[in-house]
């Protein structure tokens, strides 16, 4: 093989690698949003990393092949696996500085959850190797409860203020409902768990949901819906003796 060829072969295995997994995703400012919804880049971003899991019997010799040095790999994972974790990390990065930058306070919190909690539940929907490993998943739960303690410590009558100024059927029962449908910091705080895979169990069917709850019911008090349904949403307890009954 020439050396021109060599040099083409390790341009296009370079761009391949750099094309599925970047660091580069969120540009420093985005328009100002009230959705409380995931960005479109962060779907983009889990819909690309889905296909590269899916292909990786042929990504993985390309990445030992054309390895990225800002990736570090450990024994533990698969290699795909820290570059699934590497993207995910460099994506959560740049968006809460561009939310920080970009978003109001009080709505940069909640976005935050909204784009990491979708995280969580596609890593899941794809089989993500990462959705097995306890302290990748403790982690992404963790910065998810911090955004929600955002608003959990907030001054409530600051906090009925601002959904009031975008909603005037907002009262601060329903605010303090809204508050009561989400905090996981029982879970996270422990150090052991029942049955091996009880965390991951928890997270999916407890976790995830619950937030996704949250969010909605955010979405409703700040966009002036004051619809009083709330979608059911099983304890952990249920979510434990449902899987050893399925079991």
């Given at each position: 093989m020439?050396i021109?060829?060599?040099?083409?072969t390790?341009?296009l295995?370079e761009?391949?690698?750099?094309?599925y997994?970047?660091?580069?995703?969120?540009?420093?400012?985005?328009?100002n949003s009230?959705?409380?919804?995931?960005?479109?880049?962060?779907?983009?971003v889990l819909?690309?990393?889905d296909?590269?899991?899916?292909?990786r019997?042929i990504?993985?010799?390309?990445?030992?092949?054309y390895?990225?040095?800002?990736v570090?790999v450990r024994e533990?994972?698969?290699?795909?696996s820290?570059?699934?974790?590497?993207?995910?990390?460099?994506l959560?990065?740049?968006l809460?500085?561009t939310?920080?930058?970009?978003?109001?306070?009080?709505l940069?919190?909640?976005s935050?959850?909204?784009n990491?909690?979708?995280i969580?539940?596609?890593?899941?929907?794809?089989?993500?190797?990462?959705?097995?490993k306890d302290?990748?998943?403790?982690e992404?739960?963790?910065?998810?409860?911090?955004?929600?303690?955002?608003?959990y410590r907030e001054n409530?009558?600051?906090?009925?203020?601002?959904?009031?100024?975008h909603n005037e059927k907002?009262?601060?029962?329903?605010?303090?409902?809204m508050?009561?449908?989400?905090?996981?910091?029982h879970?996270?705080?422990?150090?052991?768990?029942?049955y091996?895979?009880?965390l991951?169990?928890?997270?999916?069917?407890?976790?995830?949901p619950s937030?996704?709850?949250?969010?909605?019911?955010?979405?409703?008090?700040?966009n002036?819906n004051?619809?009083?349904?709330?979608?059911?949403i099983?304890?952990i307890e249920d979510?434990?003796?449902?899987?050893v009954?399925?079991?």
């Amino acid at each position: 093989m020439t050396i021109e060829m060599i040099d083409l072969t390790k341009k296009l295995g370079e761009a391949t690698r750099d094309y599925y997994f970047r660091d580069d995703d969120f540009p420093p400012e985005i328009e100002n949003s009230h959705s409380c919804e995931p960005h479109p880049i962060t779907i983009q971003v889990l819909n690309r990393l889905d296909i590269a899991f899916k292909d990786r019997d042929i990504i993985e010799p390309l990445l030992k092949t054309y390895p990225n040095s800002k990736v570090q790999v450990r024994e533990e994972w698969s290699l795909i696996s820290h570059y699934i974790d590497w993207n995910i990390n460099k994506l959560e990065a740049s968006l809460e500085s561009t939310l920080k930058k970009t978003y109001i306070y009080e709505l940069q919190g909640v976005s935050i959850m909204a784009n990491v909690n979708y995280i969580l539940k596609k890593a899941y929907e794809f089989g993500f190797e990462l959705t097995k490993k306890d302290g990748w998943l403790k982690e992404q739960a963790s910065k998810i409860q911090q955004c929600f303690e955002q608003y959990y410590r907030e001054n409530p009558t600051e906090l009925l203020a601002f959904f009031k100024q975008h909603n005037e059927k907002v009262t601060e029962h329903s605010m303090r409902e809204m508050l009561r449908l989400f905090n996981f910091n029982h879970l996270l705080e422990k150090q052991s768990y029942s049955y091996q895979g009880e965390l991951i169990l928890l997270v999916n069917k407890g976790f995830v949901p619950s937030c996704e709850n949250f969010l909605h019911r955010f979405r409703t008090l700040l966009n002036g819906n004051e619809d009083t349904h709330h979608t059911y949403i099983p304890t952990i307890e249920d979510e434990i003796e449902d899987d050893v009954a399925w079991r």
